[in-house]
């Protein structure tokens, strides 16, 4: 009788396992593409994900989201698109491509991509309690080929030139270059962002003489290859301020000279001619007029130095729109 009993539950087990096989969902793996996607700013964006081996998916939870699992940017399920789970800067910027989910494929289309858009996303297929991912990674691009080059007016210590230009993504590299092609270092580099987290970009450069006449301020964007560039070429009169100022700090040295060896002169001339008396009183009168004579002379040259230089700014600024004009070029 247990002999029996065994043979008869032992279909009743096998048949049991069965179903239980039967009923389990099939493995599977999700694949999709493994280089990141470049995704302009202000276009549409496709990622894809695949099922692999091939299946229907209909039936299937499919869901992207980025960083957390309860924050879906799209969320298919029960044959339909749940647009209420969606994460708010999501909402109606999203479309599930389902033309192949018979065959285990979707695609997830973003409209008007920003840069908040910049990382990565994950696709998961769950059937029952079984599920797999696939990361993509999504980098934003934004290039700008408006480039501004600023001159100064000059001072003692040179010529300022300031290169900006707005409305870039990633940061971009940026260099100045002489006419040669040959990097040129710059004074300093810096940047800022905008309400759109677009990248502002700012580069200085001191000259200090002519030989760097014609410069070109390049920015390239590493991922996508733009390269963007703007040259000037700087009149000769704009390094006069050099030459000038030389010639003042001359004439300055020139005239205290000739008032240390006239002064000493006289005083020479008073110690041996005149009685010591008087020659106490001549001298102190000779070193005040001498004094002031000298502070005279040297403010007169430093007021003329200056209205110069003035002048010379005003004229700049009136005319740099014609004096410095930009010729956009691609930087070799």
């Not at 179903?19 to 549409?44: D, I, M, N």
């Not at 229907?56 to 399920?77: C, G, K, S």
């Not at 029960?78 to 999501?90: A, C, F, M, S, V």
């Not at 008007?112 to 696709?123: E, S």
Request: with cysteine; proline share 5%.
């Amino acid at each position: 009788m247990g002999a029996a009993g065994g043979l008869a539950v032992a279909p009743c087990v096998a048949l049991l396992l069965l179903q239980t096989v039967a009923l389990s969902p099939e493995r599977f793996t999700v694949t999709g593409l493994t280089r990141p996607v470049l995704a302009p700013l202000g276009g549409t964006l496709e990622l894809s994900c695949q099922l692999s081996p091939p299946q229907d998916a209909q039936h299937m939870e499919i869901r992207w989201f980025r960083n957390r699992y309860t924050q879906p940017v799209h969320l298919y399920r029960d044959g339909e698109d749940l647009h209420g789970e969606t994460i708010p800067k999501y909402v109606e910027r999203t479309e599930l491509l389902k033309e192949d989910i018979g065959e285990g494929k979707v695609t997830l289309r973003i409209f008007n991509v920003t840069v908040d858009d910049d990382g990565p996303y994950r696709c998961v297929f769950k059937n029952g309690e079984f599920y797999e991912e696939h990361i993509t990674e999504v980098k934003v691009t934004a290039g700008s080929s408006q480039i501004q080059i600023i001159v100064h007016p000059p001072t003692t210590k040179g010529v300022i030139v300031e290169c900006h230009s707005k409305g870039w993504f990633p940061r971009p590299h940026l260099e100045w270059r002489d006419s040669r092609g040959e990097i040129v270092p710059a004074k300093s580099k810096s940047y800022s962002r905008d309400k759109d987290k677009l990248f502002n970009m700012k580069m200085t450069l001191l000259l200090q003489d002519s030989s760097l006449r014609n410069i070109t301020c390049c920015l390239w964007n590493p991922l996508i290859g733009q390269e963007e560039s703007t040259s000037i070429v700087l009149p000769d009169e704009i390094f006069s301020w050099k030459r000038i100022w030389r010639l003042i700090v001359t004439v300055i040295l020139i005239m205290m000279a000739v008032f240390i060896i006239t002064h000493s002169c006289k005083l020479h001339i008073m110690e041996v001619f005149v009685s010591d008396a008087q020659f106490d009183v001549d001298t102190m009168w000779l070193d005040d007029m001498t004094m002031i004579l000298s502070m005279l002379m040297v403010f007169t040259v430093m007021l003329i130095f200056s209205l110069y230089f003035i002048l010379r700014g005003r004229h700049m600024k009136e005319s740099r729109a014609s004096l410095f004009l930009k010729n956009c070029s691609m930087c070799k």
